[in-house]
């Protein structure tokens, strides 16, 4: 998205209310991050490290859909609300295919 749409923008971003969440969840993960490298470090059997790893990353997930959830509550609405919203569902969905390693569900060049 063109840094001239979210210069527009005159609100706070709608993750704030969950700022100090979002904050307390990334420090479990980078604590989560140093426990899996001690692992390594001290040889530990692979699938030990393998759930781990797996710990990790729902918990990174959760913190991608707190902050997907309040950006469409609110960054999205209030661009669909103020008519800028065709370049913000774009971009969502540019984020949401590459979160889930596609391009497209639709064929080049068609749209809904």
């Known amino acids: 998205m063109s840094n001239e749409i979210r210069a527009t923008e005159h609100f706070r971003h709608a993750y704030t209310k969950d700022r100090g969440e979002l904050l307390n969840r990334l420090r479990r993960i980078e604590g989560q991050v140093r426990g899996i490298a001690r692992l390594v470090e001290d040889e530990a059997y692979c699938l030990d ?6 710990a990790m990353t729902a918990a990174a997930d959760s913190v991608g859909l707190l902050l997907l959830e309040d950006h469409i509550d609110g960054c999205l609405t209030h661009a669909i609300e103020t008519g800028q ?3 913000y569902v774009a ?3 540019t984020v949401v295919r590459r979160a889930l390693g596609r391009r497209s569900a639709r064929p080049s060049g068609t749209r809904a």
């Open 49 to 54: 490290i393998l759930q781990q790893v797996e």
């Open 85 to 87: 919203g065709e370049p």
């Open 91 to 93: 971009e969502v969905m």
